[in-house]
């Protein structure tokens, strides 16, 4: 025990003195009472360890025993999974001017799981809620969710950390504002008055979770970085992500383009997780699409072979005289949202007898509860068929 102790504390001071981290000039961007001292100041290490080293150590060990012990084969999950995309995701952060030991943050966000999913719908690997994800360029619509590709959720989250760090000036606190929102950190900060997680832990001004969460990434990082002193011995590993991107025509079935390349959709879909139905989107020109690195010119000999019009699925519903947006939806079963992201918006402005209008393919498409037709419900109605219930129920009464 003494020498497990030894050993994180060991880690500890090498991660402090030896990491750099984003080094950009700080300015104070948090108000403080006038009575109160400043609390951002610049720093110029990726400084996560508190002065009193014991405590700290303590509530490491905590997490470190939770993953080793407790949810060991889980964990061991996690970091399997990670040998896919630490690679890449490293060479990200460190072009962003960042620490890499940041990339060790999926590990207890989701377990490195790109279809992550959580109970306040944050999504992807490193669960962004979808107003911060569209607010540092992801796009979320009908057709993908950029918050599940690995690559483009990495570049999201190191330009999130760095705006963190800038407000903060505090690795430890950017942290905290990365679980709980820039917003609640800033407050308790504020009404504390001074810059330092750790003796906020000692209010109720955070909520338990993010009083726990660095505590818990630092155990994180301790393990990844020597499993084998952790009971992690035979950690399963996997090849990095290595991948060509194809600029094509949108869109075109996913399963075309695995065809092209000679490999299995499983491929294209895992290389690809932000697509989520059978084709690249149609609301864009063109789309850049991943394939294994080693298939590109075949792929580019077999795709040119194919027509245009033979490269993207879809089934056809006719217009029938008295056709509106709703009847068609009504007739498909399926909702008008996906009418209007499969058909430019002019069809349906006047609606002809013969228009085809294009729906989505039967044998490739499995409609989600928003996807479905829903009839509405007439207010009217329903006021009516209450008032009829209340009268029947004072007759009944009255006759007894």
Same mark, same amino acid.
């Given at each position: ?108 966000? *989701? ?54 760090? @800038? ?66 011995? *035979? ?33 294209? @879909? ?78 349906? @402005? ?27 419900? *007439? ?22």
């Amino acid at each position: 025990m003494v020498m497990k102790k030894f050993a994180i504390l060991f880690f500890f001071v090498i991660l402090n003195f030896s990491i750099p981290c984003y080094s950009e000039d700080i300015t104070p961007t948090i108000k403080q009472d006038e009575k109160k001292e400043a609390i951002i100041a610049k720093d110029e290490e990726f400084q996560l360890l508190p002065d009193t080293k014991q405590s700290f150590i303590e509530k490491v060990e905590k997490n470190i025993s939770l993953f080793s012990e407790n949810l060991k084969e889980r964990f061991s999950i996690w970091l399997s999974r990670s040998t896919k995309y630490i690679e890449k995701m490293k060479e990200i952060l460190t072009e962003k001017g960042l620490p890499e030991d940041l990339v060790y943050l999926p590990l207890i966000e *989701s377990g490195f799981n790109v279809n992550a999913r959580s109970r306040a719908k944050a999504v992807g690997p490193w669960q962004f809620i979808e107003s911060t994800a569209k607010r540092y360029g992801l796009v979320i619509d009908w057709w993908r969710d950029e918050r599940k590709d690995p690559i483009k959720s990495t570049v999201a989250a190191a330009e999130y950390l760095k705006y963190l760090y @800038k407000m903060f000036g505090d690795w430890s606190l950017a942290l905290a504002a990365y679980n709980a929102g820039e917003g609640r950190v800033y407050r308790a900060v504020n009404r504390f008055g001074e810059n330092d997680y750790w003796n906020l832990l000692n209010t109720t001004y955070l909520p338990n979770e993010t009083k726990n969460y660095v505590p818990k990434y630092i155990a994180a990082i301790t393990i990844a970085k020597q499993p084998e002193n952790y009971g992690f011995d *035979s950690i399963k590993k996997h090849e990095s992500m290595s991948y060509a991107e194809i600029n094509i025509p949108s869109p075109t079935d996913l399963a075309v383009i695995a065809k092209c390349a000679q490999v299995d959709v499983t491929i294209i @879909k895992e290389l690809n997780p932000e697509l989520k139905r059978w084709s690249t989107p149609m609301n864009v020109q063109n789309y850049t699409i991943r394939i294994p690195e080693e298939k590109k010119d075949i792929f580019m000999s077999n795709f040119e072979q194919i027509p245009s019009k033979k490269r993207f699925s879809h089934d056809t519903y006719i217009v029938k005289k008295g056709d509106t947006v709703y009847k068609i939806a009504k007739k498909t079963g399926l909702s008008t949202t996906v009418l209007y992201e499969m058909n430019e918006t002019e069809i349906f @402005k006047q609606l002809k007898p013969g228009t085809q209008i294009m729906i989505p393919p039967h044998d490739k498409f499995t409609p989600s509860n928003e996807d479905k037709f829903y009839e509405k419900k *007439s207010v009217k109605k329903t006021k009516v068929a209450k008032k009829k219930s209340s009268s029947t129920k004072n007759r009944k009464k009255i006759r007894r």
